[in-house]
DNA sequence: CGATCTATCTATAACTC
DNA sequence: TGAGTTATAGATAGATC
């Protein structure tokens, strides 16, 4: 009988740690990559932010992300606006005896800083190996169609033109 | 009387466009910066992925986040992968008939990739200009603290070091 | 595989303090 | 301003096709 079949078990509570089945594993990432980029999307046009954003799946699949009409533009505020944190800068200093509690975090957060250099000496590199082309003239036809539909997808649900591209290579081993 | 009033009327159903009113966009993009953030971590944490993300918000704040550890590990088995896909090209190409439908899409995704590469360049312009250290350098002890807090209060999140910064500047003009 | 469904879980808009 | 509350919208785990 059809109301014999159980018809879900619905979203259960999963704990946040590595999933350990593959094709679990796979599922998840696309539902959640797709999810976490319409999230940004949202962000982007609800708030007027940009974000730019590179993923990689667990099976060395490449995804990137972003909303960077004008990010030199916003780089030009930011340039303009440093000039008035030294002011600000230096009212704090007025209430010294609190610098050396926060000289410890200070110093936490400059390692920190060093392994954000890293990163981005790792993106830098992955832009000068050319692979915007290189993937490109690699991918499939098949492949490039999905990749189309993926973003006239996107660009439907935000109805306006978006700068999103989703990039997937083949699988080859499964 | 307590019951008499209306505790909350909860989470309306909102419209995806620019949220006209300043403070409602500061407050929503704060809220769903912080959620697209756990997003992230999540997806790294579950399926083994990587993610680096940059955003500038609306008040051109500036928040990073990446789980960058072995970003060129990656790059490395990308790049022995790529080798391999020539194969799957030269299967596709038996039907050549429907190329010249696909070539219209290859096209059309050659843009976004030129488009893609200019944001990319911009990335690399804002290297260059080490606004890294510059704005660190700037940062009131105050708005330092508010970083540390944030990281540790991720940290805490998931439970496992992690390379997540988020970097806050003043409002100048509120 | 990918699409769909559905019951749940999670994120969050509006509100309060 | 920032931190909590609540109810609802939205995301998604597991199942099915």
């Known amino acids: ?17 590595k999933i350990d089945k593959a094709s679990n594993r796979q599922v998840t990432f696309s539902k959640r990559r797709q999810g976490l980029f319409k ?43 440093t000039t008035e944190f030294e002011d600000v800068n230096s009212l704090d200093n007025s209430s010294t005896y609190e610098h050396e509690e926060y000289n410890r975090q200070y110093e936490e957060a400059l390692k920190m800083l060093e392994l954000e250099k890293k990163k981005l000496a790792d993106v830098k590199i992955l832009n000068k190996s050319d692979w915007w082309n290189d993937s490109i003239d690699d991918m499939s036809i098949e492949e490039l169609q999905q990749f189309m539909v993926s973003i006239k997808e996107l660009r439907s649900n935000l109805d306006q033109p ?13």
Chains 1, 2 share one sequence.
């Open 39 to 81: 999230k940004a999307s949202e962000l982007c046009v609800l708030c007027d932010a940009h974000v730019a954003m590179v993923v990689f799946s667990p099976s060395d699949k490449l995804f990137c992300f972003g909303k960077p009409n004008n990010i030199d533009t916003i780089l030009n505020s930011y340039l303009n606006e």
């Open 162 to 174: 978006m700068l999103c591209r989703t990039m997937e290579f083949l699988d080859l081993d499964e």
């Open 1 to 17: 009988m059809d109301n014999q079949r159980k018809k879900s078990v619905g979203h259960k509570k999963i704990e946040i740690k």
